[in-house]
């Protein structure tokens, strides 16, 4: 039978304290608050780093250790009984969009943090050491593409291949690590790869599923396949005022026809496709020049590999073609393709006992978003916790969520890492 522990029927989710756990997301979320009550604490930036060293110093004041790898995931190990054996990790992010609320990626860290202390409290004695991870630069809305840290732990992009990449001020993400790393030199270093004994995320749902239905707890099945495209259309600068309209190359009515072409293309009854340009640079950027270069991303989304398989070979041909006929060029990157995801079954099987063994209320459900816990699962047998957020909002400052569904998927987090470190 299920031992939770050394305790006989003693959960060590009854160690998790929700007045804890809200004040350590509050503190957070100072750290790069805006005026909407958001935050901004892109990656790799002061803030990212302040947010960080909040973390290591709550994590040495409990008496847990603190490691941190090249690309800069920083972890939060309780030690067990046997520290040679791969450790029990659950994390998140620290990182937020431009426009982020105070809850995602920051209630992963804080509620694995908070099952680590639960375990402190109870004086548990687990075999296996249990971690937290924060995975450097999740978003990828400064430095795309977004789970980066967890990318090249896992070995899906190369240390080199992540430092170079810029974001659009021209510093490169190893120009920017060295700093933030500084704030938390006393941590031990920490290889690539180092394998895990099982992930489990938690995150708020960032959609409106939970909340509709009145459900807490997500248990999540898999993540659907995520994928970013950078292209570029390249046109001449000229007179905007004397120029006629045979010898112009406009970059930004080539790229606003690609997108437009595209974005008729994504469409489907279901509405399951998500077709987004986040991000949209024309230069040189004067009113009164032609513009000659635009960059923009298309970030790719469906439940099918099938279907995204079909757009993205469109999005290979489509904007040489829409180009070439207004008199410019065209440059398609593909910096992301994270196939559909299923996770461990054993993992959801285990997220599901654990909420009823805690009388939640909770459904299987995919994934919208993308995490971090997408790169795990040939590293390791991995599951996510969802919990509902109001009104489903999320990347953008009015996220919100509620004091008791963020400590019931703690919870649910700290009797699954529990059970899982034996
Ligand atoms: C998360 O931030 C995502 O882009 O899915
Ligand atoms: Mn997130
Ligand atoms: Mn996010
Ligand atoms: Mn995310």
Known sequence: GRRFGDGGDMRYSEHVKQDRLWDRLMDLAQIGAT?????????????????????????????????????????????GQDDTLPPVTTGSHLDTQPTGGRFDGAYGVMAGFEALEALEDAGALTKHPVEVVAWTNEEGARFPPSCMGSGVYTGRYSLE??????????????????????????????????PLAAYIEAHIEQGPVLVTEGETIGVVTSVQSQNLFEIE????????????????????????EVIARLEKEALDDADAMRFTVGRFIAKPGAPNTVPSHVTFTIDLRHPENAEIERMSDLIGRLPATVAGARRCRAQVKRLSDSPVTPFTPEIVDLIDECRLALGLPGRRMPSGAGHDAMYIPPLAPTGMIFVPCVDGISHNEAEDALPEDLAAGARVLADCLAELAG
């Open 233 to 256: 259309i390249f046109g001449e600068e000229a007179h905007a005022g004397t120029t006629p309209r045979a010898n112009r190359s406009d970059a930004v009515l080539a790229a606003v």
């Open 161 to 194: 291949w992540a430092q170079a990449i810029r974001d659009p001020e021209g510093m490169s993400v190893g120009e920017a690590l060295v700093s933030v790393m500084a704030r938390t030199e006393d941590a031990r270093p920490r290889d690539f790869g180092a």
């Open 35 to 79: 005026a909407k009550g958001g935050v901004n604490r892109q990656a790799l930036t002061q803030e990212d780093g302040t947010a960080r060293r909040m973390l290591a110093d709550w994590a040495l004041s409990r008496g847990f250790s603190i490691f941190q790898d090249e690309i800069g995931n920083l972890f939060v190990r309780r030690s």
